[in-house]
Every structure is written in C-alpha cells, then in structure tokens.
C-alpha cells in the first residue's frame, strides 16, 4: 500500500532532483535553489531556501552521514552546505567552467564526483577539497553518475547511451555500448552487494530515453575483467524513465517518467507493484528515504509529493505522532488547483500548511474562499478582526508570497531562457539558432563557454542577434495576465 501524504509546493521552476538523509529531504530546482525539509513532519526549516548558484540546479546529494549536502548546477560549481545551518562549507568550480548535470559522493565520503556536459567527469579528495583529476569519458554529455556500494568504481552515463563502469582511478573496466536508445538519463546502485568466493556481484539500476528501466547485474571474477548482465528490462511507463533510485534494503526499485508516473517494483523479481499518478507533468526525480518508508517525487510541475510506503514498521515513535499530524492534510485538494479556484476547506487546508492555524476559525466565520484569499490586503485583514500587527503582516506576505508562486505558472515554455528558466525581458537568437535572455548567454561566453547551453557544440559564433517577434509575443502574454 502506497498513500500521499504531503505535497511541497514551494519551488517556482520545475524540480530536477530529491535526496533523502536520515533525517532530512533536499530539493532543488531550475530556480537556482534547494529547500531543506524535516524527513519527520516535512516542515520547511528555517534557513530554508539555500542560494548561491547563479544558475539552475540539476542535482543534490547528501553523504552517507548526513552531515554534508552537495549540489550542481548549469554554473559549473559544486557547492557544500552544512544541513545544520544552511550555510555554505565549500564551493568547488570545474576546471573547465563546464556545466555540471550530476554529482555523487563515495559511501565513505572520502571522494566527489561530478558529470558535465563537456563529457568529463572531475574527481575531488572530498576531505581536502583538492582535484585528483578531471578526464574525458565521453563524446556526449556526462547525466548521470553513481558510486558502487563498496566505494571502489563507479558509472556514468550518457546522452549517447553508453554506461561505463571506472575505477577511481577513472582507468575504464567496462563499456555497456546502447545501454540506453537515445540516450541514459539516471543511474543507481543497490546498497548491497555480494561475494561469493572470488566473485563479487552488484546490483545497478539505469533509465532512459528508450522508456525503460533496466536492472543489470554488475560481476566480477578475481582477475577477469567486469560484466555487466542483463536481468530485467521494465517497460511499464510508456515515456522516457527520467529517474531511478533503489530502497535501502535493495528490494525495491522506483523510477519517474514523462508519462508523469512513479512506478515501484520489486527489483529481485522485476514485477511492478505499483503505479502512482499524482503529478501533472514530467516526474524528474525520486528518492527513498534510508530510514524512514517514505518516497519522495519531484515533477515539472513544480511540486514535491511525499508517499508512505508499507505499513512503517521502521519507522520511529516520533516520527509516527508526527505522521499523524501529516495525515490530517493527506488529500489537499488546493494543491492541484490554482488559488482562485479554491473552496473555503482548501484556504482552511492551507493556513495550516503555513503555520497560520489561529486564523481559520476568523477565515471560516467570514467565509473567506479561494478568490477572497488572493483579493485580501491590510484593511480586509483589519476588518475580519485580525487584531495583531505582527499576525496580519505574516497572514499578507504568505499571501503575496502564493499569489508571486501561481502568478508565472502559465508562462510558455519558450518564453523562458533555457539558462536560467526565467521569463525573458530581451531575447536574442544565438549561433545554434536558441533563444536566450540576452544578460544571460553573453554571461554565459564570458565565462569562457563557447559551446551551446542547449547542444553543448561548438558555436560558430558569438553573435547575438534580437528575437524581436519573440520579445512581442512575451509583452502581449504578460498584458493579458
């Protein structure tokens, strides 16, 4: 049994990537940011959201410990952040300033890895900060990457669709040729693996563009070389696989589709025991929690949801009375509608959400429903009998903050620049026939990038040229929002 029991709406681009500590659950977004969440009651913390990537970011990662949090983005950085402050520990840059798709940690932590679109991966002695090396591994972009669960080897994948197998040495010990048709898009191993004798044995998990999630058998004999086996091809979304990620205990295998599915399977048998469908758009990401029995999924449409899996005999004393406040708001129906669409029950739903739970009693007397909401300003508030200053500001800027939320949710996706997914105010066609803000891509040549944001080629040129029929088409959309 699979049941919904939070969805975070918190983001405003599309989410690319969750990651599960023992205690907490990350997200970041093509908005530049991660939030940070209690793994318990998937409150916001405090010092949630974390910036300091200048452009949007594609992966995050905790350490096994859960005392370091890392994440990628399209500026070619790697960022550290302590989970206990939100704070930045440590920002390291790719030598050759490419943009960066995926990072991982070893299970020791003693080494960081990151995929980029220039098909080089870069390798830091995560305890010192330093680069070991930075090596070329493919012709086509680097998207995904995963250390093996015994910290000596590990994958990448492309956008061509091989997966390779590297010691930490990146000297290659195995080539898949077409994994993946069109293309790998994720990569993960099971926590465990086997010996037997002078064989040791792995579990590795891949998706693609190619609509399926495979399950390989990773092998090797004492002094032979590695082989990877085929063991299962699922085909139960009928969409690219976006995103795949094992359960702790090895048994489970999730993926995320543009079908905008999650399918759970039982990754021994290969067979499919569920099928979630609660995102409106592309599922980008998944995760599973390491101690708890949840899942975490992340969409383009801008929303996190957060499932409870089985029936929780793991979980916590705590974290079980803390679900039980969770529960209360497990059918949410405000989440999938605009605000002005909204009952009186959903702005009640959301008050608690945002911790204003003293104000529905007043909100229900005055039957204050979703088109009341976004119209409520100081002296409405004052009129209700919202008699605190500090009460009434908090109600207004919560207000202000879901109206700024929903208020771009419409937007075209052309009308956004690929770079930093914002509504663009002065497009220029570029030299691989792209639209991009203009500040954006000429920041982006400056930085010593002179390939294709989009197709990571070489462009012939950096001449700009105005999108002049493009910038009119954004100025008669926003005048009719």
């Known amino acids: 049994m699979v049941s919904l029991i939070h ?4 983001h405003t681009d599309e989410v690319s990537c969750c990651a599960f500590s023992p205690a907490l659950l990350a997200t970041c977004s093509g908005d530049k940011t991660l939030r940070l969440y209690d793994a318990a009651d998937f409150s916001e913390l405090p010092f949630s959201p974390l910036t300091g990537h200048g452009y949007g970011v594609h992966c995050c990662c905790f350490s096994s410990c859960g005392r370091h949090l890392l994440s990628c983005s399209t500026d070619g950085c790697i960022m550290v952040w302590s989970p206990e402050t ?44 330093s680069l070991l090396r930075c090596s070329a591994v ?29 010691d930490v040495d990146v000297s290659l010990l195995h080539r898949e040729k077409d994994a993946h048709d069109l293309g790998v898009t994720c990569c993960s191993f099971a926590p465990q693996f086997k010996v037997d004798g002078c064989c040791v044995e792995f579990r590795l998990a891949s998706c693609g563009q190619d609509s399926q999630l495979k399950i390989w058998i990773v092998s090797q004999r004492e002094g032979a070389a590695y082989v990877m086996t ?14 795949c990620a094992y359960s702790s205990d090895g048994d489970l295998v999730v993926s995320g589709s543009v079908d905008k599915s999650v399918a759970i399977y039982d990754a021994n048998l290969g067979t499919l025991l569920h099928t979630l469908k609660q ?17 975490a999924t992340g969409s383009m449409d801008r929303s996190v949801n957060v499932w409870r899996i089985g029936d929780g005999d793991g979980i916590t004393a705590a974290a079980e009375s803390k679900q039980t406040v969770c529960q209360g708001k497990k059918l949410p ?20 959400e945002e911790g204003l739970e003293e104000l529905v009693s007043i909100f229900k007397a005055n039957n204050i429903d979703g088109p009341e909401l976004i119209q409520l300003n100081k002296e409405t508030a004052a009129e209700m009998g919202i008699e605190s200053v500090g009460l009434r500001g908090r109600l207004l800027r919560k207000v202000d903050a879901l109206k700024a939320e929903h208020s771009g949710s419409g937007a075209p996706d052309e009308f956004l620049c690929p770079i930093t997914r914002e509504l663009m105010k002065d497009p220029v066609i ?25 197709t990571n080629l070489l462009l012939q040129t950096t001449l700009l ?12 959309w926003k005048s009719s929002q």
């Not at 003693?110 to 305890?127: H, Q």
């Not at 085929?230 to 995103?243: F, R």
């Open 279 to 295: 995102h409106d758009r592309y599922v980008t990401a998944v995760a599973v929690s390491p101690t708890s029995p949840w899942i």
């Open 138 to 166: 493919s012709e086509a972009s680097v998207v995904a990457c995963c250390f093996s669960p015994c910290g000596q080897m590990f994958v990448t994948g492309c956008t061509h669709g091989d997966l390779k197998i590297w």
């Open 7 to 10: 969805t975070l709406r918190h």
């Open 465 to 476: 040229t105005p999108n002049r029929s493009l910038k009119m088409a954004i100025t008669r």
């Open 430 to 454: 570029a030299a691989d026939g792209y639209s991009y803000e203009r500040e954006s891509i000429e920041s982006w040549i400056r930085g010593k990038n002179k390939t294709s944001p989009m």
């Open 333 to 352: 129906g405000h989440s999938r509608l605009l605000p002005p669409d909204w009952s009186e029950e959903d702005v009640q739903s959301w008050l608690s």
């Open 86 to 129: 939100g704070e930045v520990a440590a920002e390291l840059q790719h030598p050759g300033r490419s943009p960066l798709r995926v990072c991982a940690l070893a299970p020791d932590s003693s080494l960081l890895l990151a995929g980029a679109c220039d098909g080089t991966v870069a390798l830091w002695d995560f305890t010192s900060k």
């Open 230 to 243: 085929l063991l299962h091809a699922l085909t139960a979304q009928s969409a690219p696989v976006l995103s």
